[in-house]
């Protein structure tokens, strides 16, 4: 019998973390992508490689997106998608960090169903499925209570506390940062921070995984607006994101502009 997804998922993300601790410490041929779009190394190649070969082998009729990968629309005929970031953080990578991670989901009918984020240096494993809860390390997870802004830990970048994103003063919540935005999300499904927002278009690659995760441990998960994220677009971008348990996502958007 076939794995789940979520088997799949795990079992492939795990074998990724095993080939991109093994350049750490040796040649990376870093590359600079096209329009300013950030660096690429060997090992993000190296991984992506491989996560398309045996994902694409294990689902033959599923549609790939990667951020590594030349997008191809035929994506946008299938009904479930394999939506992957082969390093997200690579900066973090680069500069010899931990807080980076592999973030594969798949995604069906526009929805994430299973997902997985892992960290190999800090052997951090993220797991959900649609139903059926988030779990760290295999242990379930949820999000915290706190429900005003001025009370919250937050993760976001330093100028998402701009007056321009803001209709009120802005909140008085105590700022955090991690390079990975699968980690962010992650971070806020394990409870450990109450909230994570970013108001610039991002990446399906970056936030399918993460996404789902944090759905399942009880939080709601919109675009800026309060949309529901969708994923598969044909741009594969999304409104930003904002994630936090429902009471204080709401107090949010009320205060965002």
């Known amino acids: ?16 973390g095993e080939i991109a601790r093994s350049f750490v ?41 990667s951020e590594e990968s030349t997008d191809d629309d035929t994506r946008q005929g299938k009904e479930r998608v ?36 892992y960290l190999p ?20 997870i949820g999000v915290s209570a706190t429900k005003q802004p001025d009370e919250a830990n937050v993760l976001a970048v330093k100028h998402s506390a701009d007056p321009q994103f803001w209709t009120h003063p ?17 971070l806020v499904a394990q409870g450990r921070y109450d909230a994570m927002f970013t108001f610039r278009r991002s990446w399906e690659w970056d936030i399918a995984a993460g996404a789902l995760i944090l759905a399942e441990a009880g939080a709601r998960v919109t675009d800026r607006r309060g949309s529901p994220l969708r994923f598969n677009n044909p741009v594969p971008q999304t409104d930003g994101v904002v994630g936090a348990n429902p009471k204080l996502h709401a107090a949010l958007l009320d205060r965002m502009a």
């Open 1 to 16: 019998m076939p794995a789940s997804d979520l088997t799949l998922l795990t079992e492939i993300a795990l074998r990724a």
């Open 170 to 186: 802005v909140p008085n919540f105590k700022r955090h940062h991690r390079p990975s935005l699968a980690y962010r999300l992650s």
């Open 121 to 140: 240096m800090m052997d951090k494993v993220y797991t959900a499925t649609r139903g059926q809860g988030a779990r760290l390390n295999g242990l379930p």
């Open 25 to 65: 410490g040796n040649e990376l041929s870093i590359q600079q992508k096209p329009d300013d779009a950030g660096p690429v190394t060997a090992a993000d190649l190296a991984v992506n490689t491989m996560l398309e070969d045996r994902l694409r082998e294990a689902r033959p009729d599923y549609g790939w997106l």
């Open 82 to 117: 394999f939506v992957v970031d082969p390093i997200d953080g690579t900066r973090a990578f680069i500069e010899g960090g931990k807080t980076w991670s592999h973030a594969l989901a798949v995604v069906e009918n526009g929805e994430p169903v299973a997902a997985v984020v």
